[in-house]
């Protein structure tokens, strides 16, 4: 406990009552540190706020490039941890006792918000500081993690709301004069307004619906997509309502430039851009148009790149010292036989994280069907699927859909221009015609719409594939590399069309002379070459990884094989995992084989 008048003096609890104080004051254990000790380390998560009474703490930090710097000595009185306990932020610090002693009285994290839980009043008498609210009214989304917070998040600027209302404002306008001709015939003539009058009143009833649902549906549309920066991402998320929502992420570790880009009178005077986050190897960039504030964001950006990657590198380097030394340490200190090994106590490291999925996509029943039947991009189970765009779609269906509407409007129109001069016998046999084209034509349509379906490119987190199949599996052809093996995915949209409608050829390079791989009209070639390249990139370094696992091995073979030669030679020897205890001391005024006194 820490005394009423003591706690007074800290910034954030000094406007409660004594009440109050007294009850914070019961939470606080007084804690005596020794020099070198540490009070907390970099990375691990904020768990309590601090008071320092008595000693000198030393702060330092590794930065991104794994150097330590000395940033502060924290002196007696001296009050830290705010944002640890309220936000329970990893620290981007350590604190080690620099003095002889040092006395400190610490609140945990997990007691103050069981005593803030039963007390929710006292948040408002608190003296936060400014940069701790904002972490604390940031919006919690139910992805984020532990410790994660939002830094940034913001719509697209109102500007590109008004551009977004362009289409629905168009068609009102064309509704609306048509609707305005109507209601003039109707009232300059009134027999001819009387046979018109109905489609009057449906042109207004349609104008309504499409000025109302029209501009609600964009303006929910526009409010559904966000950009958002945490301490651990950056975050695009996208929802059309009713038919998918899509998350789109890169981790801060791997984003390498923000590329900005403002484009007319406008953009300058409201001061929005369009942003490009881009990551190493271009594994996946994230665009978002219309950002508002630009400069906030990117300078937001780049200081969570530094934070997130000095925490990378301390736990790398951590990680790495504990595996060795528990390696080691099993070495030399083998366990009696049938007992298991007990290591020392190895730095508290949390396990590495599990790496967050860079796109997430979920689909309603409806749009999941439809993709199924009509998708260009189909997700599942680690696996993409691309298909042909809609354009190839329409030129292999097209005439064949054609035919059919015009058989499905002719026949029933003709059967009924003819039904007084035909007999039974000419209906019929006109009806089994009529059917059989039908069925022809809709056959032939199908058939081209699975031969589309069935042309895919797949990949998969470990190879690429061109497959093409016809219906019935008359004929099938397979081409596939490993993601080893690619050397470059270039993409090209080669007309008009192409850029207007964003599809194009995706041409893959590989090596070991399989030549290349070219994948047609793949819709939005753009965000494909970037998927392509994240996956060949993280199978790189799982690789690697294996590698480096490898290399840490043989590294502790090089250890153990010289610990043994310094054994032979006599330098050292096994230390017992229960060592017997020493014999009692002799006393100084008897001799050594003198019988025990009783």
Known sequence: MIPVEQLRQVPLFAPLDVEALAQIAHLFHHQRYQLGDVVFAQGTPGDAFYILT????????????????????????????ETSLLTGIPHDTTAEVFSKEA???????????????????????????????????GRRFKWLGEGEYVVVQTRRHPYALLLMLRLPGIGAGALLLLALIFTLIQSASPEVGQLL??????????????????????????????????????????????????????????????????????????????????TAGHQIDISFEYVP??????????????????????????????????????????????????????????????????????????????????????????????????????????????????????????LFATWNSTGLVQRLLFIALWSLALLF???????????????????????????????????????????????????????????????GDLTIETAGGQGQLVFKKVSNPQWATQEIFRRRNAYRDRQQMEQARRNQADLLDWFIEYHRLLQQKGDVSVIPANPAPPPPETPPDRPPDAPPTQ
């Open 103 to 137: 006395d400190l009285y610490l609140l945990p994290k997990n007691e103050w918000d069981i005593f803030f839980n039963a007390h929710p009043d006292i948040k408002a008498q608190l003296n936060i500081r400014a940069d701790v609210q904002k972490k604390l009214a």
């Open 441 to 503: 034509f809709g056959f032939l349509a199908w058939y081209n719409y699975e031969d589309w379906r069935n042309d895919i490119y797949q990949l998969t987190d470990e190879r690429v594939l061109d497959i093409e199949r016809s219906p019935f599996r008359l004929k099938e052809r397979l081409v596939e590399t490993t993601l080893e093996r690619i050397q470059n995915v270039s993409y090209s949209k080669p007309n008009l069309i192409a850029n207007l409608l964003n599809f």
């Open 197 to 278: 009058g109905p489609v009057g009143a449906i042109l207004w009833a349609i104008l309504l619906l499409l000025i109302i649902g029209g501009f609600t549906w964009t303006l929910l549309d526009w409010g559904n997509d966000w950009l958002i920066l945490t301490n651990k991402r950056v975050i695009r998320l996208e929802r059309v309502i009713g038919l998918f929502e899509e998350r789109l992420e890169a981790p801060i570790e791997q984003v390498t430039n923000v590329n900005e880009t403002a484009q007319g009178l406008f953009a300058r005077l409201l001061e929005f851009s369009d942003i490009r986050i881009e």
């Open 54 to 81: 008595a000693g000198v703490l030393r702060v330092r930090q590794m930065d991104a490039r794994g150097q330590e710097h000395v940033v502060d000595y924290y002196s007696a009185p001296r009050y830290f941890g």
């Open 293 to 414: 504030r630009r400069l906030h964001v990117r300078e937001n950006v780049f200081q969570q790149i530094e934070q997130v990657k000095s925490r990378v590198q301390l736990e790398k380097r951590e990680r790495m010292r504990a595996q060795i030394r528990e390696e080691l340490y099993r070495y030399i200190t083998p366990p009696q036989v049938g007992a298991p090994i007990a290591p020392p106590r190895l730095p508290e490291l949390g396990a590495p994280p599990p790496p967050m999925p860079i796109r997430q996509r979920r689909r309603s029943g409806v749009g999941k069907r439809l993709n199924d039947l009509l998708g260009l991009q189909i997700e599942e189970q680690g696996r993409i699927t691309w298909r042909k765009h809609w354009l190839d779609l329409l030129a292999r269906t097209g005439r064949w859909l054609a035919i059919v509407a015009v058989i499905l409007v002719l026949g029933p129109a003709i």
